[in-house]
């Protein structure tokens, strides 16, 4: 079954150009913002992405622009993150949101950064599209929910992407999307249309062309003329 569906995927396509770079590739950092009032004024279309701590969003945005380390884990994730915007060639930009959900970050602080968030999603003007990075093997969590909660009511686009898929076999990988487009038709009956969700892995690259080319339908074409 499997060597099959290999050797139908060497047969050149017509849709694949070989060098067509992904609509984060050449990304570059911008400034880090500790607060939503730090923002740069809303200014080109802005693509998030967010994630619970850990959930592999450094790594996901690192394989997307093809680099190793422009996206880095805070080494004490209990500390205070800032937002990473970054230029996009194009001329749009990527924000990288604080990670949540981490265990041992007082309780306070947990919702003062939860506070920043949903105040993020729901009022910054230039944000196009939200990138949500779920562990596949965990599934949507209350927390990830909330923040779709804030978002998806809007009708903009949601990419969710079920990362760490290489730790999964097939059939699991297949059933932890379906888990997840499950939970979206329960929580979000009326906008299940606007959200994608595609396994992913930053180490196997499993997914990253799907991913770009979901990125690149919300920002529009990749270069500058
Ligand atoms: P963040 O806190 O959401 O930014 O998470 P990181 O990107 O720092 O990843 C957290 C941990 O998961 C690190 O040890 C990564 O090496 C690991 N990780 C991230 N993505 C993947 C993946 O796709 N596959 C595997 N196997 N490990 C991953």
Redesign the pocket.
Known sequence: MEKKRAIVAESPGPAQAPHAPGPLEGATFVIGAAAAAQLPAPEAPEIAFA?R???????AINALARRTRLAY?SRTPGRTREINLFRLRGGALVADLP?YGYAAVPRALKQAWQDFLWTYVTTRTTLVGLVL?VDARHGLKPLDLDLLAAFVPSGRPVLILA??S??LNQAERRGAVAAIREALRTAFPAHVQSVTVIGF???SRLGLEEADAVLARWIGPASKP
Request: charged residues 20%; positive net charge.
């Open positions: 994630g701590s850990n959930a592999g969003k450094s790594s884990a990670g990075i990362t760490k290489d730790k892995s930053a180490t």
